[in-house]
């Protein structure tokens, strides 16, 4: 791959694979974990309605998995990017875990929200640090205001944080790169899409993204293997 030229603006997407070699399951494939729980019943607000101990549950073995992981490779050759980048680099994640911000990443676009912060759901507190696990017999948490805290969390049917600036920063770009996504989940599945034609396309996997058809460029392989020898040569 060509070094990024000095005016290159990057974009970089990761998703679940990213994190897969740290351990934390990813949400389709074989080990998924959304072959293991239905995400209407955990990850909706509908969910947090009807059964918001169930929700802790899910988000407390989620913390306690990601609590007991390190960075790999790939979130680590990242961080090295943008140490050289700095602000042409744009690294946007859909993963709640902080793997990227442990490899040294400091800035860091958490479009589907953040495992280890908890925020209320009835009142204007701001999200706020958590690390706690909930054991759910001992009941929900409160807020001073009454509300329940619930995760800090993008679930299905909200609206992912942070678009403005994503989209700001997806017009600017010259380079986009995609790591570890399967490409169906909405809406960054069209990041890609929005730029094709105007910016080089890349995707890194171990295998092709359902909307492979948009990247000008695949390298097939795990991230933690591939993206330190393709970010190496930037
Ligand atoms: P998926 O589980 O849909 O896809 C994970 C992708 O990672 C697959 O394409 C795998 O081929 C790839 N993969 C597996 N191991 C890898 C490795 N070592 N290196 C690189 N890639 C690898 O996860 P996402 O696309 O991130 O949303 O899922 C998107 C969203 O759907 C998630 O953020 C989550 C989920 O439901 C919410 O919870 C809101």
New binding site residues.
Partial sequence: MPAIAPDDQVFVL?????S??SGIP????VN???RNYR?EEV?SPRAWHRDPRLVWEFYSMRRQVASAARPNP?HLALAKLEKKLQQRLFLCT???DNLHELAGSRQVVHM??ELFKSRCDACSRAPFHDTSTYDPPAGIPRCECGGRIRPH????GET?FELDRIFGALNECTVFMA???????EP??SFVAHVAGRARTIY????E?ANASSFTECHL??????LPDLLGAF
């Fill in positions: 990761t998703g679940a694979g990213v897969a070699e990813t949400f389709r494939g998924g974990l959304w995400i990850a790939a859909q993963n709640v589907h929200g969390i993008c679930w299905f992912p790591v570890g996504t399967s490409g169906v989940v960054a599945a890194v996997g171990p295998e993204p392989g795990k991230a933690g293997e591939v």
